[in-house]
């Protein structure tokens, strides 16, 4: 089954419309909002990944950032620390597994392939160490850890029934 046959794209785009519609703001204002933290999208462009739910966390990030919204407290250290966005991803995925020290990234790759996650474990924990996640795979990666970080964007109930609709996938 490919990514767009599951339900994670769009508890994606609904996370990113939930935050743009509490913001009052449209796809033009975003465009040209992120134009202010160096990220050149056309109104068009946005629409169309959103609406397909093909975004990565910096993005999502960077979308919190630019119109206000408001943001887990967990992630406040993360997402004000200098850097890369992709850099500040990776900080959001630390402060999360912080919940679970035990835990490392290849287990949580782990538990989200056994989600029914598309990609290889060394595949998802490479996004995870380099900050590349995607949303779709983020918020795979909230179930796998429990945390309802993005309760204000999406019910946790929604995420957990998304897992409970992929086939688990063998362990290896």
Same mark, same amino acid.
């Given at each position: ?5 599951? @339900?994670? @794209?769009?508890?994606?785009?609904? &996370?990113?419309? &939930? ?17 202010? &933290? ?7 462009? $946005? ?7 093909? *975004?990565?966390?910096? $993005? $999502?990030? !960077? *979308? ?17 620390? %200098? ?7 990776? =900080? ?7 919940? !679970? @020290? ?7 790759? +782990? ?10 474990? +060394?595949?998802?924990?490479? +996004? $995870?160490?380099q900050g590349t996640i995607t949303l779709p795979e983020f918020l795979q990666c909230l179930v796998a850890l429990g945390s309802s970080s993005l309760e204000h964007y999406v019910d946790y109930e929604d995420l957990a029934a998304a897992?409970? =609709?992929?086939?688990?996938? %063998?362990?290896?």
């Open positions: 089954m490919s990514e767009a046959g599951t @339900p994670w @794209p769009n508890l994606a785009s609904r &996370v990113v419309r &939930v935050a743009l519609a509490r913001k009052d703001f449209s796809y033009a204002q975003l465009s040209e909002a992120l134009s202010s &933290v160096g990220v050149r999208e056309s109104e068009r462009s $946005l629409a169309s990944r959103v609406s397909r739910g093909r *975004i990565k966390l910096c $993005l $999502l990030l !960077q *979308i919190f950032s630019v119109t206000g919204a408001k943001m887990p407290a967990l992630w406040a250290g993360p997402l004000s620390m %200098p850097g890369t966005w992709e850099q500040r991803a990776k =900080a959001v995925v630390a402060s999360e597994l912080s919940r !679970q @020290p035990r835990l490392t990234l290849e287990e949580l790759a +782990h538990r989200m392939t056994r989600l029914g996650a598309e990609l290889t474990e +060394h595949t998802l924990a490479s +996004h $995870l160490a897992a409970q =609709a992929a086939p688990a996938r %063998p362990l290896a």
